[in-house]
């Protein structure tokens, strides 16, 4: 895996804008941006993005991964859209660090050792 860092900047060379994009064999990920408030006007995010997807078509990739948005961010999903993204639900997964995530992992992995071991037993019978 490779990451790459693209900054959007003024003639100046003041930085106003950037973006993380992760790359894999197949695929680039979009992982990060942001921008200066005071230069939203000049939407450093779009010539962010724009950046980004053109290195991941140069570097032969197939897809380009928008990640996902919270759904509370409307305008988040909104601006992945405009660039030809797709809206698509997907459940995840957060971990806690906690005990009580560790926990819950325990739980999840005898589920799992259960569901294999019945597996198992029903079909050797």
């Known amino acids: 895996s490779v990451i790459s860092v693209g900054k959007v900047v003024t003639p100046n060379n003041e930085i106003v804008g950037f973006i993380v994009v992760g790359h894999d064999e197949r695929c680039s990920y979009?992982?990060?941006?942001?921008?200066?408030?005071?230069?939203?006007?000049?939407?450093?995010?779009?010539?962010?993005?724009?950046?980004?997807?053109?290195?991941?078509?140069?570097?032969?990739k197939e897809l380009f991964n928008f990640l996902v948005s919270p759904k509370g961010q409307p305008t988040l999903r909104a601006y992945k859209e405009s660039f030809g993204g797709q809206t698509l639900e997907r459940l995840h997964w957060q971990q806690s660090l906690t005990s009580l995530g560790f926990a819950t992992i325990l739980a999840l992995k005898a589920v799992e050792r259960f569901r294999t071991i019945f597996r198992r037993a029903t079909q050797d019978s």
């Open 30 to 60: 979009y992982l990060h941006g942001g921008f200066a408030e005071r230069f939203s006007t000049q939407r450093p995010g779009y010539f962010a993005m724009r950046w980004a997807i053109e290195l991941s078509r140069n570097r032969g």
